[in-house]
C-alpha cells in the first residue's frame, strides 16, 4: 500500500467513524453480554513468575519530586521487586468495586468503559531472577507469563541489561461496546498507558525512550506474529516499544539506536486465551485499517521542537504512589461547586511540554494537541470559550483557521509565560453539554475541554502512519489532567464520546487542518454511596 493509499484509507476512517448530531459513528446494534471480552488475556501453560505486592524498598516521592528522581538501583542491579514496582503502579489492579452482585476491578491505567484492549510484553535481558526472553504482564495475577527465551549470545558477558517495554492492542475490547470508533478509544488508552508507565518509573529514578522499531518487527519480537497463536483468538496488533533508561542531571537525552536486532528465540510457551466465545467480531473497518499500519514504515523523522516553557508552579506535596491508586473517573459532579482560577491556570500549566518533566522526559515530540476549554464555574474567570496553544508555531495557523470574530485576548491574571487566550465571554455549559454526546459530566464540572491535534498538515509531513499517534498525545495529555487534578483535590473524567465537526463549527474550521480528538472535564466528583470499594489483590489472598 502506498502512503498516498493510506492517508485516504486513514482520512475515510477518520471522517466515518465522526459521531454527527444527526447519527452516531456505527457500532453494536445492542450489548450482547454473552460476548463481553475477558478483560484479561493470559498464556495457557506458560511459565508464571509471580510479582510481590510490597513496596516498603521503593521511595515515595511526591507529584512534584519525580522530576529530581536519581535511580534508585542501576539497571544492572534491578530484580524482581523493581519490576514489580514499575509495573504495580503503571498497569496493576488499583481497586475492586462492587454493586450488589456485580464486582469489577479498576486499572492504574484509564480505560475507555474500563475494557483495558492495552497489553504489555517485556524483554528482559540481564536481569536478576528472569531468564532472558519475553514476558507478558498479567495485571489480574501481578505475574509475569514467560512467552519465550533468548539463545545466549557468544559473548553474553558483555550483554548489558535491559527492559524493553512493548504496548500491544486487542481492539475487539473495545469495539464490542463501541463498534468502528473503538480504534481511536484504543490509541487513546495507548497514550494514556505510556503516561501511567512515565509516571511509574520516574518513582525509581528512570524514564522510557521510544525505540525506532516498526510494528511488524515488534510482533516478531513479542511473538504476535506466530499463526499457531493468533488462528482462533481475536486480532492483537503491536504499537510501540520502548526502553527503560536512567537520566540524571549531567545527562542529555540519549539518541536511540538506528536499527535494533531481534535475539533469537529457543523456544515459545503458552498459547492465548479467547476472549469471547465468537470466533469473529463482524468490525473488519478496523481490521483493514490495523493490518495497513501494521504493514507501514515508521514515519518520518523530524527533531522535537518542544517549548522552553519556564517551571511549572510548586503544588501541594502529595505522593505519588498515592495517587495514582487512588486515581479514578468522577461519573457525576457537584453543579454547585467552584474552583479558584489560581488552580485552574496551574492544572493547565502541567500540560505544558516540558523536556525535564514527567511524564514528558518520556515522550519526546513536537507538540500537536492544544486545548480547547468551556469554562463554567471558575472563580474570577468569565464563563466562555478559551485556548491553551501548546505549541507557540501553531498560534497563527489556529487564529487564521478560526472564526475571525474570536478575541484572542491573553488573560492578565494568568501566569505570563501560559499561552492561555479568551476567544469569547459566554454562557459555555449548554454548548460543552450538546457537543458531548448530551452528557451532563462535560456541564456540572469547573470546566471541560476539547483536545484539538494539527492534523492533516502532520499526516502529510511525518507520513500518514502518525494518526495513532496524535491520539496518543492526547491520552498523555488525559493522563496528566488526571493525576494532576487529583493531587489537586479535584477529579478528572475522559469522554470519548463527542460531536466531532460540532465542535469544528463552533470554531470556524472550514478544513482538516486541526480536528477535535478527544475530550476531557474535571470538577468535584460526587461520591455513590451505593458502590464499594476492596483492595486490588484480595483474590490473591483469599
Known sequence: MTSNDL????????????????????GPDFLDWDQQPDPFRTYSDAPQVPLTHEFDFLPDPTIQELDRMHPLKPLSAWDTRELAGLLRFALGLSAWKSFGPDRWSLRCNPSSGNLHPTECYLVL??????????????????????????????????????????????????????????????????????????????????RLQRLPMERRDIARLIGLDRVADSQSVEPEVPDLLLDLAALDDTET???PPSRISIPAVNEWHGLPNRLSTQSRHPWPVIDRLEQSLLGAPLPADVQALIPDWPDPPELTAVSAREMILQRRSAQAFNSKATCDAGDFFNLLDQTLPRRDRVPWSSWQIDPRVHLLIFAHKVRELDPGLY?????????????????????????????????????????????????????????????????????????????????????????????VLYLQAEAMNMRGTGIGCFFDDGVHEILGLQDRQFQSLYHFTVGQPKQDDRLQTHPPYQHLES
Not at 468502528?180 to 503516561?195: M, N, S, T
Open 7 to 26: 492517508f485516504e484509507r486513514i482520512i475515510a476512517y477518520h471522517e466515518r467513524t465522526k459521531h454527527r448530531f444527526e447519527r452516531y459513528a456505527t
Open 125 to 206: 535481558q540481564g536481569i536478576t531472577g528472569f531468564q532472558d526472553g519475553v514476558y507478558h504482564y498479567h495485571p489480574y495475577q501481578h505475574a509475569l507469563e514467560l512467552r519465550c527465551g533468548f539463545e545466549k549470545p557468544a559473548q553474553s558477558n558483555d550483554q548489558p541489561a535491559r527492559i524493553w517495554l512493548a504496548l500491544s492492542s486487542i481492539a475487539w475490547r473495545e469495539a464490542w461496546k463501541y463498534g468502528e470508533r473503538a480504534f481511536r478509544y484504543v490509541q487513546l488508552d495507548l497514550g494514556h498507558a505510556v503516561g501511567t508507565l512515565a509516571y511509574s518509573a520516574a518513582i525509581q529514578g528512570y
Open 253 to 255: 537525552v540519549p539518541t
Open 387 to 479: 485556548l491553551l496553544c501548546r505549541n507557540p508555531s501553531h498560534l497563527e495557523s489556529l487564529k487564521t483557521a478560526m472564526d475571525s470574530r474570536f478575541e484572542w485576548s491573553p488573560l492578565p491574571s494568568a501566569p505570563a509565560h501560559l499561552p492561555l487566550y479568551k476567544l469569547l465571554s459566554t454562557e459555555a455549559k449548554r454548548a460543552a453539554r450538546a457537543l458531548s454526546c448530551h452528557q451532563d459530566i462535560a456541564a456540572s464540572s469547573y470546566f471541560s475541554l476539547g483536545m484539538l491535534s494539527y492534523f492533516e498538515p502532520v499526516l502529510h509531513e511525518r507520513g500518514p502512519q502518525i494518526y495513532p499517534e496524535l491520539f496518543w498525545e492526547a491520552g498523555l495529555i488525559g493522563q
